[in-house]
C-alpha cells in the first residue's frame, strides 16, 4: 500500500477520468481511480502511481535517485491540484444558478495540472481542432521517438518525447495539413534550443506574450497551457466546443441549440464566476461528457 498523500477535502475523483481519456500508451496507465506515469527526473528514471480508494489518496512510486522523490511527490500534487482548497470556489460557483446543482453532485473538482509544461504544450498543440481519441493516437505514435525507461512498470516502458526528439524525428510520424505540422515541429525546435521557456515563474499574461506571435497557436491554446501548467484558477475558454456544449446542454438546451451559442455569450455569463473560471470550465466539460456529443477539450 502506498503514502497516503493530503489534500484539503472534498476530493472529486472525476480527474482520473479526464486523464484517462487522455492516457497515452506506454507511457501512462489510468482508470477512473488511479493514474500512473513514468517521469525522468533531475537525478534519473522514476514512475508514480496515485490511486484513490474513496477516502485516501494513496501515492506508489519508485525513482533510481532517492533524492528525487520529493520532486516526484511535487509533480503529483500540481498535476492532482491537491493544494486547491475548494471551498471557495465552490462557493463562488454554488451562487450561479446554471451550476449550483453540479457543485452540489460534485464537490471539490480538481483542475488537472502537469508534470512538465513543454509536454503540455506539445500536447496541445497537437490536439487542437481534433478530437480526444484522434488526439490521443497521434501522441502514441509520437512515443516511438522517446528513449526507455530503465524503470519500466507494467505497460509503461518509454518517456514522452522531448521536444528535442520531436524537433528532430517528428515529421516521419505526425500527420495532418502540413502548416501544423510545421508549427509542431518548430515550437519543439524552440523549446529544444532554449528559445522559449514555459515555467511555474510565468503568467498568463506573458505566456500570451510568448506563445500568440508562434505560428499555430492562439488564444485557446495559451488559456488551455495557462489552467494546465500555471494552474491558474480564472481561465475561460468560450470558442471552446465542449464549454459551449456543456453550457447549453446545462441549460436545457437540444444539442443543435447549444452548438449554435457564441462565442461573447459564453463570456458575458463567465464574468461574475471571476476568480474561478477554470472550475467552471471543468464543470461544462463534464457536462459535456456525459452527453453524446463530439470535438471535447484536450
Known amino acids: 500500500m502506498g503514502q497516503a498523500e493530503p ?22 496507465e489510468a482508470t477512473s481511480t488511479s493514474y500512473a506515469r513514468t517521469l525522468s527526473l533531475p537525478g534519473g528514471h522514476g514512475w ?15 525513482v533510481e535517485d532517492a533524492a528525487d522523490s520529493p520532486t516526484l ?24 444558478p446554471l451550476l449550483s446543482g453540479r457543485v452540489a453532485a460534485l464537490p471539490g473538482i480538481r483542475l488537472p495540472g502537469c ?16 478530437t480526444v481519441a484522434a488526439a490521443t493516437t497521434a501522441l502514441r505514435q509520437l512515443v516511438a521517438l522517446s528513449a526507455p525507461s530503465r524503470l519500466p512498470h507494467g505497460s509503461m516502458k518509454r518517456f514522452f518525447p522531448t521536444p528535442a526528439q520531436i524537433a528532430a524525428d517528428g515529421r516521419t510520424i505526425l500527420r495532418g495539413p502540413q502548416r501544423r505540422i510545421n508549427s509542431i515541429i518548430a515550437v519543439a525546435g524552440m523549446l529544444a534550443d532554449g528559445s522559449l521557456r514555459l515555467d511555474a515563474s510565468d503568467t498568463p499574461e506573458s505566456l500570451a506574450e510568448k506563445l500568440l ?31 459551449r456544449n456543456g453550457f447549453g446542454l446545462l441549460r436545457g438546451d437540444s444539442l443543435s441549440t447549444a452548438r449554435s451559442i457564441k462565442a461573447p455569450e459564453l463570456a458575458r455569463m463567465a464574468e461574475p464566476l471571476r476568480p474561478w473560471r477554470s472550475y467552471a470550465t471543468l464543470h461544462f466539460w463534464r457536462v459535456s461528457g456525459e452527453k453524446p456529443v463530439g470535438g471535447a477539450s484536450r
Open 7 to 28: 489534500f484539503h477535502p472534498p476530493f472529486e475523483p472525476g480527474i482520473f477520468d479526464f486523464l484517462a481519456a487522455r492516457a497515452v500508451a506506454g507511457v501512462e
Open 48 to 62: 508514480f502511481r496515485l490511486a484513490w480508494d474513496g477516502r485516501r489518496l494513496l501515492l506508489d512510486h519508485e
Open 73 to 96: 511527490a511535487a509533480h503529483v500534487r500540481h498535476l492532482f491540484n491537491l493544494n486547491h482548497d475548494p471551498a471557495a470556489a465552490d462557493a463562488a460557483l454554488a451562487m450561479d
Open 115 to 130: 508534470v512538465d509544461p513543454n509536454e503540455i504544450l506539445i500536447r496541445a498543440m497537437i490536439g487542437q481542432q481534433i
Open 213 to 243: 506571435p508562434l505560428p499555430g497557436i492562439g488564444p485557446w491554446t495559451v488559456g488551455y497551457v495557462s489552467m494546465r501548467v500555471l494552474g491558474s484558477s480564472d481561465i475561460f475558454l468560450p470558442t471552446d466546443s465542449a464549454v
